[in-house]
């Protein structure tokens, strides 16, 4: 498993942010608002790669609300030879030291390769030290590899 990064984002630059293409999907207009209503707004990224030269990336945004961290974007890529159609991707919140599960999203059976994304609305109490985990199942002719990518501590 690869270390995620953090990157922090001043409100001044949530604008440019909110309004680029980032991992083939754009911001919705109203979680770039909400947003900009909260005090930061940060990217949690990593990338993991599979036998058979497949490899996933990915990006998980946040903006702080109050007492909470409100997750509010998920972009992910897959890429690698071989590929089908029937790719799996599948994100976790997890506290860091208790390993407890506060939220989860699994795909269904029909990733395609390439950039996808989904818009999340989870909301953790700032106070838990969580950690984001996604894990890519490649679709390959024969056996599916698969990896995983634990991020930095929010």
């Not at 490899?55 to 890429?79: E, P, S």
């Not at 799996?88 to 506060?102: D, F, K, Y």
């Not at 990896?147 to 930095?152: G, K, N």
Request: one cysteine or more; a positive charge.
């Amino acid at each position: 498993m690869n270390a995620g990064s953090r990157l922090a984002i001043g409100t001044t630059a949530l604008a440019i942010v909110a309004s680029a293409l980032i991992g083939g999907a754009r911001i919705a207009a109203a979680d770039s608002a909400q947003a900009a209503a909260g005090a930061s707004f940060s990217v949690l990224s990593g990338r993991c790669s599979a036998a058979r030269d497949n490899y996933g990336t990915f990006r998980v945004y946040f903006y702080q609300r109050g007492r909470y961290d409100v997750f509010n974007r998920f972009n992910y890529q897959l890429a690698g030879p071989g590929l089908r159609n029937k790719n799996n991707v599948e994100i976790w919140i997890r506290e860091r030291h208790s390993r407890a599960v506060l939220h989860h999203w699994k795909s269904k059976d029909n990733v395609h390769r390439g950039h996808g994304g989904i818009p999340l609305n989870w909301r953790v109490p700032r106070k838990e030290n969580v950690v984001v985990v996604v894990k890519f199942t490649f679709d390959r002719r024969g056996w599916d590899p698969s990896c995983a990518d634990v991020t930095a501590t929010v």
